[in-house]
């Protein structure tokens, strides 16, 4: 397993991450159990979670395996923003919110820290200055090893270092984007700010909601995540699953997965720090794991480009 710095921190996280987010819905503990031991026999360090992953089940189910592990073999991570209930505080980046939705998450967690702790979404309604003296209280405090943002824009992320530097803060250190063959946005500024800041990218949807798996090139299968989540459903675009089989034959050259060859792709760039993957069970984390050690040279980078350019 490859580690990468996070950024220009001195944290390191594995190539590959599991993630919580609709994977800890959809399988009861001992399917998590299960994935989560055959990430970590793996090598995998990191895993990523929010507090609105399940209203606080997939926080929980973790908490549950931690006595499996040690904890500082661990770097967990967890975010805050969406709103937990429907009242009017629990929600946004607010003071009162950070602070009360850290603490709810630890004790699902069954920790006293997480590493990393994500801003989820920014939020118009709190000045930023309130943001980023709550996360440095946070850091201060022990409850958060480092802090973050995700799906920030490239000016976003460029305001909060640059006031956390201002005002003596810990500024962040790591942005989660989403970041894919088929949606490849970050890369006109997110990614070049990222890179001049030292700010790691976590990135998710690293196969574009499973398109990149090439399970969609026929249709949607019954009893897919496409056909049972509406969300999921409404991420199915058509000139994406063109893509996938163009991409398709590279892959068989290769003599691997479509999936593999997408993840090999994601982290190719050196402004990835890790990508996260979903997994039901120990067979399809084996598979996503070995992506780390795919090698893409010139000739297969340049067929993949030619693919995304639709031809």
């Known amino acids: 397993m490859q580690y990468r710095r996070v950024g220009n921190s001195g944290l390191k996280v594995s190539a590959l991450a599991i993630g919580g987010w609709i994977t800890f819905e959809e399988i009861r503990l001992s399917g998590v159990r299960e994935v989560v031991r055959a990430a970590v026999d ?24 931690m006595r499996d592990f040690r904890r500082d073999d661990l770097v967990l991570s967890s975010k805050v923003f969406w ?68 799906m920030w824009t490239a000016e976003q992320i460029e305001a ?17 984007p989403r970041y894919n063959l088929v949606d490849r946005s970050i890369e006109a500024a997110v990614m070049p700010t990222a890179a001049r800041l030292g700010i790691g990218l976590t990135v998710w949807s690293p196969l574009g909601q499973g398109v990149l798996t090439g399970k969609y090139a026929e249709g949607i299968p019954a009893g897919s995540r496409a056909d049972t989540n509406a969300w999921m459903k409404g991420q199915i675009d058509p000139a994406h699953v063109a893509t996938a089989r163009r991409l398709a034959p590279i892959a068989a050259d290769l003599g691997v997965p479509l999936a593999q060859l997408a993840l090999a792709w994601v982290l190719h760039r050196p402004e990835v ?39």
């Open 42 to 65: 793996k090598g995998v360090n990191f895993i990523d979670l929010a507090d609105v992953y399940g209203r606080g089940t997939a926080e929980e189910f973790t908490g549950n395996l």
């Open 273 to 311: 720090t890790c990508a996260i993957t979903g997994a039901t069970s120990r067979e399809q984390v084996e598979a996503n794991l070995l992506a780390a050690d795919l090698a893409l040279d010139d000739g297969v980078l340049a067929r993949i480009d030619a693919a995304l350019a639709g031809g």
């Open 83 to 150: 709103p937990m209930s429907d009242k009017p505080n629990d929600r946004g980046l607010s003071r009162k919110h950070i602070l009360e939705s850290i603490d709810r998450s630890l004790t699902r967690l069954q920790t006293t820290y997480v590493d990393l702790y994500f801003c989820h979404r920014y939020d118009d309604e709190t000045p930023l200055e309130e943001v980023v003296r709550a996360m440095d209280h946070l850091v201060r405090q022990g409850k958060v090893l480092y802090w973050g943002t995700s």
């Open 160 to 176: 909060a270092v640059a006031l956390a530097r201002e005002l003596g803060c810990y500024a962040p250190v790591v942005e989660q």
